[in-house]
Nanobody, 121 residues
Framework: QVQLVESGGGLVQAGGSLRLSCAAS????????VGWFRQAPGKEREFVAV????????YYADSVKGRFTISRDNANNTVYLEMNSLKSEDTAVYYC??????????????WGQGTQVTVSS
């Protein structure tokens, strides 16, 4: 079983920053691409960012380009999402997932339980 645990969410004012972490179990963490998704109340889950197995390639949703940065530390089985210049529109539950690439949620094999990010305006 692969387990993913998100952390780092919280309350932040608009313009502020947060860093989310996704900690993964298992010896094959480096074999997976890792993505971040988010879901706000009343909205569908949407793609945020994804990083390749080695960390050499990244892809971002247009809504977060230039503000968010995804990175990974395979030695510690952890992927990060650095979020800067946060907007109220970024308020959502953020999930990490592994095994896919891009915006298609069903391409990802494993999902964490999510961490809440709330941005006050």
């Amino acid at each position: 079983q692969v387990q993913l645990v998100e952390s780092g969410g919280g309350l932040v004012q608009a313009g502020g920053s947060l860093r989310l972490s996704c900690a993964a179990s298992g010896r094959t963490f480096s074999s997976y691409n890792v993505g971040w998704f988010r879901q706000a109340p009343g909205k569908e889950r949407e793609f945020v960012a994804v990083i390749s197995r080695s960390g050499g390639s990244t892809y971002y949703a247009d809504s977060v380009k230039g503000r968010f940065t995804i990175s990974r530390d395979n030695a510690n089985n952890t992927v990060y999402l650095e979020m800067n210049s946060l907007k109220s529109e970024d308020t959502a539950v953020y999930y990490c997932a592994i095994g896919g690439w891009g915006a298609v949620t069903h391409d990802y094999a494993y999902w964490g339980q999510g961490t809440q990010v709330t941005v006050s305006s």
